[in-house]
């Protein structure tokens, strides 16, 4: 039995046939698939969510986020960062999905731990495996998925480092959870800087405002 754990609106149903990790995927890549809000395949349950993304405690984060690591990758040529639009799913921990970001090493894209698959017409629109690291920005209608679910569904994902973001306050909280035999364990921060295995570097979240008032977020890395 299917069951929603986020049911906001009305005006999106959930379609009968889908009941297991497969027919999600066939659903996300038709033509039925809804335009607007996100949704995921959560091992047993379809998880919805079509309220807007808040412009800068989640869009502008997640821009930051892209252009940063986005940049680092081209820059180094250590792999590859895609951010949200790819649909992810990972048969072990029965998840599929969009994260709202995530990176792949030169290592993992030349191994068998993930596979590109081309979308009904043409061209890749979904990952299969367990990319280095993932990211997920909290918004009001997912707090639940992103701190609790999908910190347990990354880590049977095999994913090795799960970034997490909550910029709706101020202080914005950014934590970096690394994969262990147990669980994630987080990052201990050093005078604010949280250590990445996966980038090399050390990262860390400020913000301030811009010349209208208006919140910024700057990703700084050494």
Known sequence: MV???QYLDDS??????????????????????????RFW???GY?????????????????????????GL????????????GVLLSNFAADISGEPDGMYLSNETLDSDRVRFIEGRRGGFTELQGSPDMALEIVSVGSVRKDT???????WEADVREYWLVDARRTPAKFTIYRHTARGYVAVRPQDGWLKSTVFG???????????????????EHH
């Not at 889908?18 to 698939?33: K, N, P, Q, Y």
């Open 201 to 219: 570097r050390s990262f860390r979240l400020t913000q301030g405002l811009n010349a209208r008032l208006q919140p910024v977020f700057t990703l």
């Open 12 to 37: 999106v149903s959930i379609p009968a046939g889908v009941v297991d990790i497969h027919s999600f995927r066939r659903w996300a890549s038709s033509d039925d698939f809804p335009d607007i809000g």
């Open 73 to 84: 990758a081209k820059a180094k040529r250590s792999g590859t960062y895609l951010t949200d």
């Open 46 to 70: 379809v998880w919805l969510d079509i309220t807007v993304e808040e412009i800068f405690s989640h869009v502008g984060v997640k821009t930051e986020y892209t252009v940063v690591l986005g």
């Open 148 to 154: 609790q679910v999908m910190k347990q569904k990354y």
């Open 41 to 43: 395949w959560l091992g």
């Open 3 to 5: 069951h929603a754990l």
